[in-house]
């Protein structure tokens, strides 16, 4: 019998002699010799099945990761590369948005340090923007995060206060306590009872004692108030390591947009885009470093 090649890849192909009683009967044939499939093309498709599995069973688990974050629409496509610069403040904009990123793109070196953030400015400013740019962007990397709001958050866990609950506030401790980065909006946005200051603490304490990263955003500029909600020790983290406090201390987006709009002088997106470029050229715009800018805003007994 001459020997046959692969059509599509060339290799030699193996023959058998088909000679079982059992399968002769069955088949009704007679003896003969039949090719077997292609060793080298039935690797091939294989593996590629195994990377094709690979690849699926990634962005499944890179969909849970998003869905576990609790992003919602609204911030599910926000990115780095979409955050826009506006008005006359663009270098503080590129400055916050150069460190944010970076702190995104370094995230294995702050999840070890337990690296925390403050976002400290009024609605609309851009602090949801690059909570949400960070999250996706640290996902990507296989990394879990979780963003809520302080009232969803009490709200959660007063819940489990009820005797018919189906789920213990020790077990949404426990779920906080093993996420690599957790974001809480909005604080001081709160009833600012003894027990919703306690529940905060709690959970920011967690966090503290496990040195696992944190990011909190409020429209509360002023320290004293912030400790009052917080806690002195929780504040005090934000001065340790590299932890930062940012400050978006400028008009709100939709204002800004909304003043051009009635002067007839409406910015294109494209001149607001935060592109590498923007970027850089804001960095040279800002010499000022964001700690010590944060610092500055800070009570003198808070400084070290």
């Known amino acids: 019998m001459s020997e046959k090649s692969c059509p599509d890849c060339g290799n030699p192909l193996r023959s058998v002699f088909m000679d079982s009683t059992v399968y002769l009967e069955a088949t009704g044939k007679q003896p003969h010799w039949a090719e077997l499939p292609c060793d080298v093309c039935e690797q091939n498709r294989v593996i590629a099945e195994i990377e094709a599995r690979a690849v699926a069973a990634e962005k499944a688990r890179l969909g849970r990761l998003l869905e576990d974050s609790m992003l919602k629409r609204r911030f599910v496509e926000k990115t780095f590369e979409k955050f826009l610069l506006y008005g006359a403040?663009?270098?503080?904009?590129?400055?916050?948005?150069?460190?944010?990123?970076?702190?995104?793109?370094?995230?294995?070196?702050?999840?070890?340090?337990?690296?925390?953030?403050?976002?400290?400015?009024?609605?609309?400013?851009?602090?949801?923007?690059?909570?949400?740019?960070?999250?996706?962007?640290?996902?990507?990397?296989?990394?879990?995060?979780?963003?809520?709001?302080t009232p969803r958050l009490l709200r959660?866990?007063?819940?489990?206060?009820?005797?018919?609950?189906?789920?213990?506030?020790?077990?949404?401790?426990?779920?906080?306590?093993?996420?690599?980065?957790?974001?809480?909006?909005?604080?001081?946005?709160?009833?600012?009872?003894?027990?919703?200051?306690?529940?905060?603490?709690e959970v920011l304490d967690l966090r503290y004692e496990a040195m696992l990263p944190v990011i909190l955003t409020?429209?509360?500029?002023?320290?004293?108030?912030?400790?009052?909600?917080?806690?002195?020790?929780?504040?005090?983290?934000?001065?340790?390591?590299?932890?930062?406090?940012?400050?978006?201390?400028?008009?709100?987006?939709?204002r800004f947009q909304q003043a051009r709009m009635t002067m007839g002088t409406a910015e294109p997106a494209a001149a607001r885009m935060a592109g590498p470029e923007a970027a850089r050229q804001a960095e040279k715009g800002s010499a000022t470093p964001l700690k010590a800018e944060a610092r500055g805003s800070v009570p003198e007994e808070r400084r070290r």
């Open 218 to 254: 409020s429209n509360i500029r002023n320290m004293k108030t912030l400790e009052k909600i917080l806690g002195e020790r929780i504040i005090d983290r934000l001065f340790e390591g590299e932890s930062r406090i940012l400050f978006f201390d400028w008009e709100s987006y939709r």
């Open 89 to 149: 403040h663009r270098d503080r904009q590129g400055n916050v948005l150069s460190y944010t990123r970076g702190f995104a793109d370094d995230f294995a070196r702050h999840r070890k340090a337990g690296t925390w953030l403050l976002f400290v400015g009024n609605t609309g400013t851009g602090k949801g923007h690059l909570c949400a740019a960070i999250i996706n962007r640290i996902i990507q990397s296989g990394y879990s995060a979780l963003f809520t709001k």
């Open 156 to 201: 959660e866990i007063k819940d489990t206060f009820n005797r018919d609950s189906e789920v213990t506030q020790s077990e949404i401790l426990r779920r906080m306590g093993e996420l690599d980065l957790l974001v809480i909006d909005e604080v001081g946005v709160q009833f600012g009872t003894d027990t919703e200051r306690m529940i905060l603490y």
